[in-house]
């Protein structure tokens, strides 16, 4: 049973923006967990690409995508986003929504402080 799946993913020019959506099955409650947003390319470890507190009163965004990407989350819709804007080839990988072990932790970045993950959705940039 799958708990977290992705979507919106596609293939765009750079430059071009794109939404990925991430909805949560009802028995994967978010509402008090901090839920982020990872990427991975082939032959690349998995990158934490950004999360965002159980609220949404406070987000960390990796280096690579401060400033171009948003995440926002609607917890009545168990659901999270995120707004990926002016993408660049380097962009391109799978995107995976996650949520956190523990509720009301810290914003973290370790992809083993995440034990719900979803399918992925696949994120191409052409140049």
């Known amino acids: 049973q799958v708990d977290l799946v992705e979507s919106g993913g596609a293939l765009v020019q750079a430059g071009d923006s794109l939404r990925l959506s991430c909805l949560a099955s009802?028995?994967?409650?978010?509402?008090?967990?901090?839920m982020a947003w990872f990427r991975q390319a082939p032959g690349v470890e998995r990158e934490y690409v950004g999360g965002?507190?159980?609220?949404?009163?406070?987000?960390l965004y990796s280096d690579s995508v401060k400033g171009r990407f948003t995440i926002s989350r609607d917890n009545a819709k168990n659901a999270v986003y995120l707004q990926m804007n002016s993408l660049k080839p380097d962009d391109t990988a799978v995107y995976y929504c996650a949520r956190a072990r523990r509720p009301d932790a810290g914003i973290l970045r370790p992809a083993s402080e995440y034990n719900y993950w979803g399918r992925g959705t696949q994120v191409t940039v052409s140049s």
């Open positions: 965002i507190s159980w609220n949404g009163s406070s987000t």
């Open positions: 009802r028995r994967t409650f978010i509402a008090p967990y901090v």
